[in-house]
């Protein structure tokens, strides 16, 4: 089964940095649809922020984008705002049958 | 614009049964979409449970196959999740997530409900 390491686990930067998330699968992703990313702040429930590996999803910024192929993927946040620290997660459709999984997650600090 | 609601018991006995509503407004349970549930435990990361489109039956992770359903409710436009054999290894948030055909994730989610196994 293909298992996300997400890289590095903390990445403390300031607002106005350039922010680049790592999401490495164990095996070669038939198909890049199948990524996902994710934000979420404490208390809340997570935002979808990225689908298909590269599609913004509705209201996203364009700061935030997505890219990758085969093993590696990346999610870059170009520039920080300071609504953007969160913890990061990227997430992999497995099917069929349905089945996902979930990186561990990185979370983006204030330097 | 969609909202999704969980609801249900906030303590749960070990060995007991879980079961947890999400009722959706703004939008149908008979439309395309995989309505999903998702857990965290308490400072954990994500784990994706199972869900279920209206037209088809419902898929699980393996790790819950045999204790876990997931439903829909048509005529009240909600979908439930019932777990059973509960142990304080189920302790978590759990999340509704409503995931289109062909996102391969939820972008819409309830707000997340904590469940303590605890007696």
């Known amino acids: 089964e293909i298992v996300l390491t997400q890289s590095p686990a903390t990445l403390s930067l300031s607002p106005g940095e350039r922010a680049t998330l790592s999401c490495r699968a164990s095996?070669?992703?038939?198909?890049?649809?199948?990524l996902a990313w994710l934000q979420q702040k404490p208390g809340q429930a997570p935002r979808l922020l990225i689908f298909?590996?590269?599609n913004r999803a509705t209201g996203i910024p364009d700061r935030f984008s997505g890219s990758g192929s085969g093993t590696d993927f990346t999610l870059t946040i170009s520039t920080l705002e300071p609504e953007d620290f969160a913890v990061y997660y990227c997430q992999l459709y497995l099917g069929p049958p349905p089945k996902y999984t979930f990186g561990q997650g990185t979370k983006l600090e204030i330097k | 614009q969609v909202q999704l609601q969980e609801s249900g018991p906030g303590l749960v006995e070990p060995s007991g049964t879980l079961s947890l509503t999400c009722v959706v407004s703004g939008d149908s349970v008979s439309s395309d979409y995989w309505w999903t549930w998702v857990r965290q435990p308490p400072g954990k990361g994500l784990e994706w449970i199972g869900e279920k489109h209206h037209t088809l039956s419902a898929a699980y992770h393996p790790s819950f196959k045999g204790r876990v359903t997931i439903l829909i409710d048509k005529s009240k436009n909600q979908f439930s999740l019932n777990l059973n054999s509960m142990t304080a290894a189920d302790t978590a948030v759990y999340y509704c997530?409503?995931?289109?055909?062909?996102?391969?994730?939820?972008?819409?989610w309830g707000q997340g409900t904590l469940v303590t196994v605890s007696s």
């Open positions: 298909g590996a590269s």
């Open positions: 095996q070669s992703v038939s198909r890049s649809e199948h």
């Open positions: 997530g409503r995931a289109p055909g062909g996102y391969y994730a939820c972008d819409s």
